[in-house]
């Protein structure tokens, strides 16, 4: 566990500052001038003489519309835009190469299919490799025990459940789009999940009842981070603009093959629109890969923690709250646990007082279920200190048992803490 005495989360005004050492270089020119022409090209010269079906009309209302704020939103919103891109550039839906002006098109469509695949692999690895860089960050204040494991544990089937989710979509025949509106719903849970971590509420309240040792600043942090106007805005206004830019044209372009191959049959592909196509795609790619690459950098750079006199504010830590008993010579302590749900994790930690001699008491779980079957879950083992969890298999009646019986002289006194942390939601990560 890394150590944050003396920290304090990361403020807006010291994000500030620290971007002030990563200027963005601005997006070439091109991508206003292609983004209006391609536009233009999809509204004005394809829908001249048909008119829009209604799934048509709602494309062109996307491409209107002022690109969301977040920038998580706005990498989620172009790799959506990719993929349908990329629907639209497999071999099934070009034309027919009957003449060489076919066969020229359809060699430049496969170079863009190549391009926009490229272009989506950097934004999936860019977004997986940040996610799991902000997870383990935070983790690496985290004290290094069965507390960290539950909760990488619990974040491990929860990403399963989603991705089975998404996998359960597509394989019923739900669409992009439908796909990339679960995606968002399951990033703004984690979100939610993550601000409820940092505020000990919702799922989290009895999981974080029972994470004594982490470190009051990185609740803080994980709570604020999200914020409208918290650190993260910053980020927004500085870097938000060419994003935003990007965004539209990924919009535009998609709007612009959709209308296109609607219309194969009745409009033949003039030749400015196959270089306007050629040319706003390559600085597409070219440009939002530029982007993912400087915004990685800046993300693996920027710091989550800073010292207190950077930010002229002091931290505070809590105490924790073990109990602490006297188990007499010749008996035992008992803490019994009603458990309703299958794989709540029954957690606990505990040590002896140690005087002049070191003792040891013996320990041991056991569980009866709802038939009144009784099973062993830890064997019986003497120990003068242990910590561990284990997720439940049966609802049922869970019993920690601490045994002094075999000492007829020597008291023990037990400090400890014993919890049962319901599962989380399928839907619960930190990201």
């Not at 050492?21 to 001249?48: E, H, W």
């Not at 034309?95 to 299919?113: C, F, M, N, W």
């Not at 679960?182 to 974080?208: D, F, H, I, N, P």
């Amino acid at each position: 566990m890394v150590s944050t005495k003396g920290l304090v989360p990361i403020t807006r005004s010291f994000l500030a500052s620290y971007y002030d050492n990563y200027p963005f270089s601005p997006l070439s020119s091109d991508v206003s001038r292609l983004t209006d022409q391609i536009f233009a090209m999809a509204t004005t010269d394809l829908l001249k003489d048909s008119p829009p079906t209604q799934g048509e009309s709602l494309l062109v209302q996307e491409a209107e519309r002022q690109p969301p704020h977040k920038v998580d939103e706005n990498m989620w919103k172009n790799r959506e835009q990719i993929e349908e891109i990329l629907f639209m550039l497999e071999p099934t839906h070009w034309p027919r190469a009957s003449t060489v002006e076919d066969a020229e098109l359809v060699s430049l469509l496969g170079r863009l299919q190549e391009n926009f695949k490229s272009t989506l692999s950097t934004l999936e690895s860019f977004q997986a490799k940040n996610s799991e860089f902000v997870f383990n960050t935070v983790m690496t204040y985290m004290p290094q025990d069965f507390r960290g494991t539950i909760i990488r544990q619990q974040r491990d089937r929860s990403e399963r459940n989603k991705q089975a989710a998404i996998d359960a979509l597509i394989s019923s025949g739900g669409s992009i789009r439908d796909k990339y509106a679960l995606l968002w719903e399951q990033q703004m849970e984690r979100r939610r999940q993550l601000a409820e971590l940092g505020s000990a509420t919702g799922v989290y309240k009895t999981l974080m009842k029972y994470l004594v040792g982490v470190p009051e600043v990185l609740m803080d942090f994980i709570r604020q981070i999200n914020d409208d106007q918290g650190p993260m805005e910053e980020q927004r206004q500085r870097y938000g603009p060419p994003l935003y830019s990007l965004t539209k044209m990924a919009h535009s372009i998609r709007l612009f093959l959709s209308l296109l191959w609607g219309r194969l049959e009745t409009s033949k592909l003039q030749k400015n629109q196959v270089v306007i196509l050629e040319e706003a795609a390559d600085v597409y790619t070219s440009e939002f890969q530029r982007f993912i690459k400087f915004i990685g950098e800046v993300f693996t750079n920027s710091p989550f923690f800073i010292t207190a006199e950077d930010a002229g504010t002091l931290s505070i830590r809590k105490d924790d709250d073990y109990k602490e008993i006297s188990v007499p010579a010749g008996s035992a302590h008992e803490v019994s646990l009603t458990v309703e749900s299958v794989n709540s994790y029954i957690a606990w930690d505990f040590s002896l007082v140690q005087g002049k001699l070191n003792v040891d008491i013996g320990f041991s779980v056991e569980c009866t279920n709802l038939s009144g079957e009784k099973t062993l879950i830890l064997p019986y083992q003497r120990y003068e200190a242990n910590q561990g969890n284990f997720c439940t298999c049966v609802p049922g009646y869970y019993k920690l048992i601490w045994d002094n019986s075999y000492s007829s002289f020597f008291k023990k006194v037990l400090r400890y803490k014993v919890d049962c942390i319901p599962p989380v939601v399928d839907s619960v990560s930190i990201d």
